[in-house]
């Protein structure tokens, strides 16, 4: 109750009068911002449509600088293009200038070394003349030198001359007592053939064919050997002796031999001890050779040959043909 007493004494209060004061602020307040808003709004309207145009231009700026930009960096391909044949062409002229320096410097040497030669010619052309000097003066002395060897000369050729003579003379005598020497030597050559033949009798397998004294292979060896049957070393004993005999009739100046000569025929032979009828022939020469030194007959005086298949007396291909190539001559003859 105390509370309600309070209250009933407070006075009332009057709000409109600052209500409608406030309001009417707040109006005022509202139409300053709305005016405000307008111009601003003019402004920005205006403000707008210059930057619009300023957007505009700068696009168009920007567009001529864009074809600027295309033009330039056309032109700094061509530049690019330029430069680069600039610079091959500067490389080429820098490569013609160093081969220009070294021609001008070898050609300065091949000037220095012209001049040099050219020192060492007139030297040398010094040197010519001093030697020609001594040369002609040697001529000089050549040509009496020539002249004492010409008269020298003609005493010698006579000389020569008179020594050809002589020379021939004795060639002729040398000549004749050869032929006399030959003819001696075949005087006993005929006289061994016929105590050989005497000796050895008349027989189909050995004969005298010219010089020579044959015997038949079959007469000494067996076929394909070279070894000397007893029969064919009783027949060479006969011949050892004969030319023991006739040996001691010929002079000592003449230079005989006896040379024993091995044939065979053309058939091959290829055996481990024949390979060849080189061989065979060979041997068989060989043991006649040394039968007869066994006799007493100077190794000196004999000579074995060996023919093979190639000194055929018959070339046919027959039996008979074959047998008659197959043979051991004998001939008396000079060393």
Do not use: C
Request: overall charge neutral; cysteine-free; hydrophobic content about 40%.
């Amino acid at each position: 109750m105390a509370i309600s007493s309070r209250r009933s004494r407070r006075p009332g209060i009057d709000i409109w009068p600052g209500f409608v004061d406030a309001l009417s602020q707040l109006v005022m307040v509202i139409i300053f911002v709305l005016l405000v808003f307008t111009a601003g709004q003019f402004y920005l309207t205006d403000a707008l449509s210059g930057r619009d145009a300023a957007l505009q231009k700068l696009s168009q700026q920007v567009n001529q600088l864009a074809d600027l930009l295309s033009m330039a960096r056309n032109s700094n391909s061509d530049l690019q293009t330029q430069l680069m044949s600039i610079t091959r062409q500067l490389q080429a002229a820098s490569q013609e200038r160093d081969t220009a320096k070294q021609a001008l410097a070898a050609e300065q040497q091949k000037g220095a070394g012209l001049q040099t030669q050219l020192q060492a010619s007139q030297e040398n052309a010094t040197k010519a003349q001093t030697t020609i000097d001594m040369l002609n003066q040697q001529v000089a002395a050549l040509r009496d030198q020539l002249a004492q060897i010409a008269a020298a000369l003609d005493i010698s050729q006579t000389k020569t001359k008179q020594q050809e003579a002589q020379i021939a003379d004795l060639g002729q005598k040398l000549n004749q007592a050869l032929l006399s020497k030959v003819e001696e030597l075949a005087k006993y050559r005929s006289e061994f053939f016929g105590r050989l033949r005497d000796a050895l009798g008349n027989r189909p397998d050995i004969h005298i064919v010219g010089d020579r004294f044959v015997f038949q292979s079959e007469v000494l060896f067996d076929p394909a050997d070279a070894q000397l049957s007893d029969a064919a070393k009783g027949r060479l004993k006969v011949v050892a002796s004969a030319l023991k005999d006739i040996a001691k009739e010929i002079p000592t100046d003449i230079p005989w031999v006896l040379r024993v000569d091995g044939h065979t025929d053309k058939r091959p032979i290829n055996t481990p001890q024949f390979p060849s009828n080189w061989e065979l022939s060979s041997a068989r020469a060989i043991s006649v050779v040394n039968y007869l030194i066994s006799q007493g007959i100077p190794a000196e005086r004999l000579v074995a040959a060996g023919f093979g298949q190639y000194d055929p007396i018959d070339p046919a291909d027959t039996d008979a043909a074959y047998r008659k190539n197959r043979r051991i001559e004998l001939k008396l003859t000079e060393r």
